[in-house]
């Protein structure tokens, strides 16, 4: 089964995944994570990934492809995509990759959520780099400041968490992500939820969704 995570940045993508992977089988998939880590490892497109990254802009097709496809390389196990596909064509080329191995997106889980909170919301994320939690110095903050309560590491904020690249980053997904939307709903696989509530609240509707026969 392949379920596939939308919306804006900060919408809640990361919060929904960590929670679906600890009650069901699901591999997560986060292209973000898979950039930042390939940007870690300083590999030969880490400098171009790096400094598109903290303009807010996407990176190009092949490079998140290359990334996305030794992600989805199991037939037989179920993934989570998260923030993949962001454009119409990464949605067409998901479907037609998945095509070849007998898969499809079974169901695309469309987090909506008011710019304006987005704004609050990443002006306030810290994230651990070590077990990838997810946290919130406005709604949802560590017990100890600055560290990761699962963990114990520092958390960190992230470069592109700066207001300016929020702001380039939801004009491109209004742009290039929104059409993409359509596209699922002419295939009867999009399901909206708000994500403008509790993250609790909002897990109880993804899963209403995962529960679905697809
Ligand atoms: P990526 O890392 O995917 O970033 P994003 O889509 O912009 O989404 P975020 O990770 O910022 O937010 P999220 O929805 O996961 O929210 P979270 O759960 O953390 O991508 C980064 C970059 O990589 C892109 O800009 C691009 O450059 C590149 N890239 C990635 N994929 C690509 C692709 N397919 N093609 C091309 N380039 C690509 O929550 C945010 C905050 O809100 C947290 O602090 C959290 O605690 C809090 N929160 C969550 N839910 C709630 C709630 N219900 N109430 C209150 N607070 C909440
Ligand atoms: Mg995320």
């Known amino acids: 089964m392949v379920i596939v995570l939308m919306g804006p940045p900060g919408c809640g993508k990361?919060?929904?995944?960590?929670?679906?992977?600890q009650g069901y089988p699901f591999v997560h998939v986060s292209t973000g994570d898979l950039?930042?880590?390939?940007?870690?490892?300083?590999s030969h497109d880490s400098i171009q990934m790096k400094s598109l990254i903290n303009a807010g802009k996407l990176i190009p097709n092949?490079?998140?492809?290359?990334?996305?496809?030794?992600?989805?390389s199991d037939p037989s196990r179920s993934y989570l995509c998260d923030g993949f596909p962001r454009t119409l064509d990464q949605a067409v080329m998901l479907d037609a990759f998945l095509n070849e191995s007998g898969l499809k997106v079974d169901a695309v889980v469309n987090i909506n959520v008011p710019d304006e909170v987005i704004l609050k919301r990443l002006s306030g994320r810290l994230s651990c780099g070590v077990c990838k939690t997810i946290f919130n110095s406005h709604f949802n903050p560590p017990?100890?400041?600055?560290?990761?309560d699962?963990?114990?590491?520092?958390?960190e904020r992230r470069s592109d968490d700066a207001p300016a690249v929020v702001t380039a980053r939801l004009s491109d997904y209004h742009m290039k992500s929104v059409p993409i939307l359509d596209y699922f709903r002419s295939k009867n696989v999009l399901f909206?939820?708000?994500g403008?509530?509790?993250?609790?609240d909002v897990f109880a509707e993804v899963e209403k969704i995962l529960k679905k026969d697809h």
């Open 35 to 42: 950039v930042r880590a390939e940007i870690a490892s300083s």
């Open 62 to 72: 092949e490079m998140v492809f290359n990334l996305i496809m030794k992600s989805l």
């Open 150 to 155: 699962n963990c114990s590491a520092r958390l």
């Open 196 to 200: 403008d509530r509790s993250s609790g």
């Open 192 to 194: 909206d939820v708000s």
């Open 143 to 148: 017990v100890q400041k600055d560290t990761c």
């Open 14 to 21: 990361g919060t929904q995944a960590r929670f679906v992977c």
